[in-house]
Each structure stands twice: as C-alpha cells, then as structure tokens.
C-alpha cells in the first residue's frame, strides 16, 4: 500500500500588517481541513506582502514572532500542520522565509535565497539571502520548500534534489501580469519539475494590495510537466491534493483544473479585485466618480459596480457649455444599465465665478488651454467636495495613454483616491468595454448584459472643454499612439528603433518629449492597479528632472 499524504493548499487573501486578521484566516482553513496533514499558505501569509517599509518596524517584528508561536501552539491538538510564511530574525538579520508548524512547535524554518530586486520588489532592500536550504522531513516525504523567485533560477530546486527532496511545495506572491499565468507554469514550474524528476505545487496569494493585484491560478504539476490541478484565478480557494508514494517518487492524484479567465477577462478581473479590495481594506463606504458620457469614465463605473455593487456607487454627471446632448444621453442612459445613482451638478455657475474673479489679471490674453483646465479642476473640486462630506472615495478615470503624454489635468481629473484605468492603454480600455457589454467577469457583481451604451465605445473620444473638441485634435490616433508608448515605456526604446520600426520621426520625437515632461504630474496621481510590465510607479522610476533625449 503505498504512502498517502493530504496537502491542503490555501489560496487566500491577506492584510499587510494585521497580523490578527491573517492568524484569523489561516485558523479558519484549519478547522475546516478535517482529515488534512499539512496546511500551506501563501508567501507572508503571517504579515502580507509586500510590507515595504513597514517591515522595519521592529514592533512589527516582535509580534509576527508571537503570533508565529501561537499559530504552532494551535498544532499540538494533533490536527494538520502549517507551513506559514513570515519574517525571520537571524544573527540581526531580516530573512523572507517559511515555518512548518507542527505538533505544537515550529519544526523547522527556511529561507528564501533569490531576492528579487526588480520591477515592484525591493527585497534586497530589506532581507538578506539565505543559505541553500536543506529538505525538510515529514511524514515520510522530504520537503522542498523554495520561495517564489527561488524557482524562476535552477540553483535552489537543484540542490534540495541533490539533498532528496522528493515533493517541491513553493509559497508565492508573484503579482499579477498579462500572460504571467502561462509563464508560471510552462515557462517556470514545469522546468523545474522536469529538470529535477521531482513534482511541483505552487501556492500563490489573490487579492489587492495598493498598486499590485495577486490572481491567485495556484497549481501542482508532476515531474513529467503534466498539468495535475489547477485552482481558480481572482478568488480565494482551498484546495485538498491528495498525494502518494510509489517507489521512491511522490506524485499528486489528478484534481480539478480550473479555467482561468481568457483575455482581456483576466484584465477587467485585476482592475475589479484592486478596486475591491483597496476600498473595502481602506473601510470606504463607497466610491463616487464624475460620468461624464465619455468610455474612460463608463468603464470606470462598471468596474465599480462590478467590485463593490450598485449601491455602493455614486456617479455624478458635471455639464458645462460645451457638454453635447449625446454625452447627457449616454450618461443616463449607463447609470440606468449599471443601476446606480446619478445625480447632475452643472459647473457653469464655478466656471463663470472663476471668469469673473480672473477677468482683471486675465485682461488681454485670449482664452486657451487655462480655461479648459479650469474647468477640469472645478470638476475635480465637486466631486472631492462630495468625497469629503459623505465619505465615499474618489475614482479618477484617466487612461495610461493620456497619463503617459500628460493629457490630463493635475488637480482636476487626476483627482482621487485610486485610479482603475492606471496602467490600460486607450486601445486596452476599447477593449474591455466592448467584452464586458458582451460578457460579465466571474468575480462580478455587477449585471449582465450591456454596461453602457455602444456610441460610448464608437463615438470619437473628447474631453469637451471646448467647442467641437476631439482628442485627435492634440493627440496621434490612438493605435498609433498606444503602439510607440509601449515601445518607450514597457521596451525602452530610443525614437531612432521606433522609426526604423515604421513610425514618423516627428510623431515619435513628440511623444517622447510628452513623455519625459509629464512625470511631475504622474508623481502626483493616484494609485492604479498594475496590469502590464512596466506600470507608472515602482515599475518605472524617472526623475523629473532630467535632459536626456533620444531623438
């Protein structure tokens, strides 16, 4: 007969610095793992991830070890192990690492040894590395346990095969990324697995934090690359595997493999869970967002509705002189389909007052770009006003094409709390709204069938604060534009490969001076849940001030 192991896998979400919640939430999986040997949780399940500098707190420090303790005293009744992730103290140093706790006391802890130190990780800011580790023993198995970015090099799946490890269990924090799910697996799990002969679970945490979002997608796969279970994206899971030993090799029996969320689904599932979980952990009652007809701002409110329900969403239509009928209509017309409140707050009485306050130092210049400003600004101020008196939090609507070229206004519509759209290129924000008329997301609450109506998506986009404005007018149209932004944001590209890629030198060169002389107001916009390689934020960090041109 051969060995059988129960390994719980426990997909959840975490709070970073509440330690109670989380210690709460890990116990809760164990009274219900009824017949389970070994409980894993994701990376920094005990304190969240990433702490940031929190995590040089000592205080914080001092109680993840207590509740460490409590959480392996809570063992001895003979029940399930745990493996928990937390922070680590040795020899004065911080260590990102894993506990196994079992039989009311922690057996054994292991570091991890790669630190990322990219893109929106800064672990060699706070920890050092450790030591290659070793397996650990349990019931009959030798566990493997590497951390996250221990598997994406060989080193460390290598030598715990070398030492006998014969079942990898990898607790990860790995952010979402288009496409990351396919790279996980194929790109680096399987790898793993097949270079070692030695099968693969991957824990991974979901849920928001700040400007990350974690899908969750957690998996094993076997020593061959084959695929066993698949857990589901964007919600929390708990998963038994059941595993046994024949011969000198552990493998896991076939479970559920769960479909994840094809694109841009997997998009639209990001900026919801962000939203959801920034609101509800920050403990707003709400959100409140300008609709102004216009896409941005539709999809803006479906994606509300879709994270916290109609009534916890709040539009607030904002007309001036130069709102056309049609932008009314459509407004109406998306608040009805979404079922949300919508009330009409005209700024012509601000913008003449400001007019008239001006007019005596404006004597002699020409209305231009300060007077539609002007009226971006008073629309931000509204809607900051409502955000003050009733507490709901502020969605600001700006695309990353528009923030990339700083075709928006600081203090007006870049106003708010958190920004779904942060890091969407227009031809990204097309996208989804077109698959959420057609589509509703696994993780919303929101209605199904259209969120807003199709001149939304069709209609030519403008900011109407001027006669008869279209955003091509200042802008290149918007494929192109979105096609050399991504090469000079996400690749880094000079304007001369652009050109010799088929763009207009002039158009290039232009883009780019937009580029580098908006990064003071990008420093000033609000969070936005990352999407894609290279967000505006811990991604990309440029100076201000700087005088370095390509072309």
């Not at 928990?84 to 706790?101: E, I, K, Q, Y």
């Not at 292991?110 to 023993?137: A, C, H, I, Q, S």
């Not at 030198?505 to 780019?512: D, N, W, Y």
Request: proline residues 7%.
């Amino acid at each position: 007969m051969p060995d059988t192991l129960i390994i719980t896998l426990a997909q959840l979400n975490q709070k970073v610095g509440d330690l109670a919640a989380n210690v709460a939430g890990m116990l809760s999986v164990r009274e219900r793992a009824e017949g389970s040997d070994l409980i894993v949780y994701p990376e920094m399940q005990l304190i969240g991830y990433p702490p940031e500098d929190l995590i040089q707190k000592p205080a914080l420090i001092e109680r993840a070890a207590i509740a460490l303790e409590a959480l392996a005293a809570a063992t001895a009744d003979g029940g399930p192990a745990m493996l928990v992730g937390s922070v680590f103290v040795r020899d004065g140093a911080l260590h990102n690492g894993v506990a196994l706790l079992d039989q009311g006391k922690v057996a054994a802890v292991r570091f991890k040894v790669e630190l990322p130190n990219y893109g929106t990780f800064d672990e060699k800011r706070y920890f050092l590395p450790g030591p290659l580790p070793e397996p650990v023993p349990f019931k009959g198995a030798m566990l493997g346990l590497p951390i996250c970015e221990d598997i994406w090099q060989p080193d460390v799946c290598r030598h715990l095969a070398a030492q006998g490890a014969d079942i990898f269990l990898c607790i990860n924090g790995s952010p979402y990324e288009i496409d990351k799910d396919e790279l996980r697996i194929d790109g680096v799990a399987k790898r793993r697995a097949i270079d070692t002969g030695i099968s693969l679970a991957y824990l991974n945490r979901v849920g928001g934090q700040d400007e990350v979002v974690f899908d969750g997608a957690s998996f094993v796969v076997g020593p061959e690359g084959a695929l066993w279970v698949q857990m589901p994206d964007w919600e929390e899971a708990v998963v038994d595997t059941v595993w046994q030993k024949t011969g000198n090799r552990w493998r896991c029996q076939p479970g559920v493999v769960s479909e994840l969320a094809e694109h841009p689904e997997d998009i639209y599932c990001a900026m919801v869970l962000a939203l959801r979980d920034y609101v509800n952990t920050n403990k707003f009652p709400g959100v409140v967002l300008g609709l102004s007809g216009g896409i941005d701002s539709a999809i803006c409110a479906a994606i509300a509705v879709d994270a916290l329900g109609p009534e916890r969403v709040w539009c607030v239509m904002m007309p001036s002189a130069y709102t056309s009928a049609e932008s009314l209509e459509d407004a109406e017309a998306c608040a009805k389909m979404l079922g949300v409140r919508l009330d009409t707050i005209p700024i012509s009485p601000a913008v003449d007052a400001f007019a008239e306050m001006l007019a005596p130092t404006f004597e002699g210049k020409q209305p231009d770009l300060t007077e539609e400003n002007l009226q971006s600004r008073i629309r931000g101020t509204t809607l900051m006003a409502l955000s003050n008196k009733f507490g709901p939090m502020l969605v600001t609507t700006g695309n990353k094409s528009e923030m990339s070229v700083g075709y928006a206004t600081i203090y007006g519509d870049m106003n708010g709390g958190y920004n779904p759209l942060k890091d969407a290129y227009k031809t990204t924000v097309f996208a989804i709204s077109r698959w959420r008329n057609a589509a509703r997301p696994k993780i919303g609450l929101g209605p199904d069938g259209m969120v807003m109506p199709e001149r939304i998506i069709t209609k030519p986009p403008s900011a109407e604060l001027r006669p008869d404005q279209k955003d091509s007018d200042s802008l290149p149209d918007y494929a192109v534009l979105d096609a050399i932004l991504l090469g000079l944001v996400e690749h880094e590209k000079s304007v001369d490969q652009m050109v010799a890629e088929g763009f207009d030198h002039a158009t290039v060169a232009r883009i780019e001076r937009l580029l580098n002389v908006a990064e003071y107001k990008r420093r000033q916009a609000p969070p936005g849940v990352k999407l894609g390689m290279r967000n505006f934020g811990r991604d990309r960090r440029y100076p201000i001030t700087h005088g370095f041109r390509t072309g």
